[in-house]
């Protein structure tokens, strides 16, 4: 099969190309409608068929000659821990936490948030509210306090569950302190709050709305799966714009397992009874779709680490999982590969192990860059596929289809648009651009299945925020080209999103936070190119007059009050104050220029600068 002859079978008939992937699923009730169009003119996939995610993934699985094959493989280094369940366990374990949730009053549509360290009850929880078509939301695990409330006013979840701690290579991170501040601080109060406890630490369920998870699940009877519409909601992801407001992508059941199944034989070239491995975190969009979700509807083995790349004990500790579960297909972020690089620069622990069983490395969150491209090439001689994705779309709009027909790699580029994305490149009068011409990288409608089809609860900000910019196209945020060869290269984030170790965050929330500090008159944070995890956010202030406290000290206190507000994971840690920012005359802040000066790229001083020298200060601090 050729990539050509696919792509053109989807391009011809949208609607066929997708009934043809849907019937490889097991659904209650089949569509009728496989694309509809609601009163407010988004587009819908299967919104009619009767279907359970959970039954697709688990039950299905079980009745059809799986049951005793190993589903999910939980390996832990930081607890010296590695457990399988076979499909049929891990049924039987998401109907009885289903059934402790249906205990608790979660019925149909009612939200939940995981705010959850990676173990498997994580995942089980996740299927748990699937199973009873409840929406779930999951909070990645090094967001503080805060960053939790707002989701949890925004969700509004009856239900939290959670875990005592998670574990950062040998610190034990308390969660539920960091879920009482969160509720205290949310004007909106979960019913119950469901914790696991685990033996590195005990959490305190003395509040009348706390559960102890184990003894609620034992109480529990199994739950069935509730029947849902595909256009049901699965979940909502909350992810960073532009501004402190994350957004809530939300995720409609039917269409999210058509194209999860899809993927898995098309992008990765993995066949039911593999071993598929994701190491990502349950809090992100690769980890709810690539540990959670696909390799499970796809009949395959899915691995969920509790570890880091390095450091659980050392560099090789990726191969040891390979060679360990006969992982046939790798997916991180470039950032792991580039600290196992650091660490291990001639791949040498790779050696001590049997690493045959893996056929190829698989990379996304941020650009794979050439050199780490290169590495793994070098050092591996395996087939390196650079996934370009967002949240939004839940998996990736462009890639080699390695199951279908590979094509030659270009380091740096995301290679072909996946069956399923009309990817243009548009101008900004929405005008397409021809080869080697940059502009914004737009989708033209409709997106093709798993794709958000609003913001939880703000219909206008999807509109305008998405679809607002150039009409008929969905609008990614991200810059980048055509080559002449129809390869797409992804140059990067057209507004204030950055990408920090694979975490998507908004620098806009941060200058939010820092603006509000008594000592700051203004302020401006950039990405700034960082070797290891790809940017590194850079603030820079100007401080009011007659301030006290040395300049050494507000920066201190800066650098923690955004780890207070947003988490460690902000990995904010260098501000610079200045005495003024770079602006134009009518006092727009010169990001994009202060964030070219900073990483050496080239420049043009914009005609409209209100001083020129406010930019010879900003490159004074870079050398
Ligand atoms: N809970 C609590 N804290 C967390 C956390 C979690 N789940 N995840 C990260 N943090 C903390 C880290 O401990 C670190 O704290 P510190 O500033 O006190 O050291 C901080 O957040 C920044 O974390 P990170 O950016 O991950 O940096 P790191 O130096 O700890 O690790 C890597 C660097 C490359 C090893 C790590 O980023 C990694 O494994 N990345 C894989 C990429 C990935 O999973 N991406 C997801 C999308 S595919
Ligand atoms: P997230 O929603 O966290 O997955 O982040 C999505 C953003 O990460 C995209 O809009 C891009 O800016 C960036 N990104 C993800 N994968 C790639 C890739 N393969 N190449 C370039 N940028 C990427």
């Known amino acids: 099969m050729s990539y050509q002859k696919e792509f053109d079978a989807f391009k011809q008939n949208p609607e066929a190309f997708w009934k043809k992937q849907a019937d490889a699923l097991p659904w209650f009730k089949e569509a009728k409608n496989i694309l509809s169009e609601d009163e407010h003119g988004i587009h819908h996939w299967f919104a009619d068929a009767e279907m359970n995610t959970s039954y697709m993934a688990l039950d299905h699985?079980?009745?059809?000659?799986?049951?005793?094959?190993?589903?999910?493989?939980?390996?832990?280094?930081?607890?010296?821990?590695?457990?399988?369940?076979?499909f049929r366990e891990l049924r039987d374990e998401v109907a009885l936490c289903a059934g402790m949730l249906k205990d608790l009053g979660v019925t149909k549509g009612d939200r939940v948030i995981i705010y959850m360290p990676?173990?498997?009850?994580?995942?089980?929880?996740?299927?748990?509210?699937?199973?009873?078509?409840a929406i779930h939301s999951v909070v990645f695990g090094g967001f503080a306090a805060p960053e939790l409330a707002v989701r949890i006013d925004d969700a509004t979840p009856k239900v939290i569950l959670s875990a005592s701690c998670g574990i950062e290579i040998k610190r034990v991170i308390e969660y539920k302190p960091l879920i009482d501040s969160a509720i205290e601080i949310a004007e909106h109060k979960p019913e119950h709050c469901v914790v696991f406890q685990r033996p590195q630490a005990t959490a305190d369920l003395s509040h009348p709305r706390d559960i102890d998870w184990k003894q609620a699940v034992s109480k529990a009877q199994a739950a069935d799966c509730t029947p849902v519409r595909g256009d049901d909601l699965l979940y909502i992801l909350y992810t960073s714009g532009t501004t402190g407001k994350p957004k809530?992508?939300?995720?409609?059941?039917?269409?999210?397992?058509?194209a999860l199944k899809y993927s898995m034989k098309a992008i990765y070239n993995i066949d039911p009874g593999d071993v598929y491995w994701a190491a990502s975190d349950v809090g992100w969009v690769v980890g709810h779709s690539y540990i959670v979700y696909a390799p499970l509807l796809h009949g395959c083995t899915t691995v969920m680490y509790e570890g880091k790349p390095i450091m659980t004990p050392d560099a090789g500790a990726f191969w040891r999982v390979i060679s360990e579960h006969k992982v046939r297909g790798l997916f991180t972020a470039p950032t792991a590969y580039r600290a196992i690089k650091k660490e291990d620069p001639n791949a040498d622990l790779a050696k001590k192990y049997d690493i045959s069983c893996l056929e190829a490395f698989y990379s996304a969150g941020e650009r794979l860059d050439p050199a780490t491209f290169e590495w793994l090439e070098e050092n591996f001689k395996l087939p390196i596929v650079d996934n370009w994705w967002q949240t939004e779309t839940g998996w990736a709009i462009a890639s080699n289809m390695m199951g279908i027909e590979v094509k030659p790699v270009k380091p740096g580029s995301a290679t072909?648009?996946?069956?399923?994305?009309?990817?243009?490149?548009?101008?900004?009068?929405?005008?397409?651009?021809?080869?080697?011409e940059q502009g914004d990288i737009a989708v033209k409608l409709p997106l093709p299945p798993s794709c958000l089809t609003t913001v939880w609860g703000d219909l206008e900000r999807f509109?305008?925020?998405?679809?607002?910019?150039?009409?008929?196209?969905?609008?990614?945020?991200?810059?980048?080209?055509?080559d002449e060869d129809g390869y797409l290269f992804v140059m990067g984030r057209v507004d204030d999103v950055i990408n920090v170790a694979g975490h998507r965050l908004s620098t806009g929330e941060m200058e939010e936070i820092i603006g509000k500090h008594d000592a700051i008159a203004?302020?401006?944070?950039?990405?700034?190119?960082?070797?290891?995890?790809?940017?590194?956010?850079?603030?820079?202030?100007?401080?009011?007059?007659?301030?006290?406290?040395?300049?050494?000290?507000?920066?201190?206190?800066?650098?923690?009050?955004?780890?207070?507000?947003?988490?460690?994971?902000?990995?904010?840690?260098?501000?610079?104050?200045?005495?003024?920012?770079?602006?134009?005359?009518?006092?727009?802040?010169?990001?994009?220029?202060?964030?070219?000066?900073?990483?050496?790229?080239?420049?043009?001083?914009?005609?409209?600068?209100?001083?020129?020298?406010?930019?010879?200060?900003?490159?004074?601090?870079?050398?």
Do not use: W
């Not at 059809?64 to 589903?71: E, L, T, Y």
């Not at 995720?251 to 397992?257: F, L, T």
């Open 463 to 482: 509109k305008t925020g998405y679809l607002g910019t150039h009409d008929g196209y969905y609008t990614s945020g991200d810059g980048g080209f055509y």
């Open 61 to 86: 699985h079980v009745e059809n000659g799986r049951a005793d094959q190993a589903a999910l493989i939980y390996d832990s280094p930081v607890t010296d821990t590695k457990r399988t369940y076979t």
């Open 522 to 623: 203004e302020c401006a944070v950039i990405g700034r190119d960082d070797e290891l995890k790809g940017q590194m956010p850079t603030g820079f202030v100007v401080l009011k007059n007659d301030i006290e406290s040395s300049e050494d000290e507000i920066s201190a206190e800066l650098i923690a009050l955004v780890r207070e507000k947003i988490g460690a994971v902000a990995s904010f840690k260098e501000v610079y104050v200045v005495p003024r920012l770079p602006k134009t005359r009518s006092g727009k802040i010169l990001r994009k220029t202060m964030r070219q000066i900073f990483n050496g790229e080239e420049y043009m001083v914009p005609s409209t600068i209100e001083d020129p020298n406010s930019l010879d200060e900003i490159k004074a601090l870079k050398a």
């Open 416 to 436: 072909v648009p996946c069956p399923g994305f009309d990817v243009r490149i548009l101008d900004e009068n929405s005008k397409e651009l021809g080869p080697n």
């Open 118 to 133: 990676m173990i498997p009850e994580a995942a089980i929880a996740m299927y748990a509210c699937a199973r009873l078509g």
């Open 248 to 258: 809530g992508v939300i995720r409609e059941n039917g269409g999210h397992a058509v």
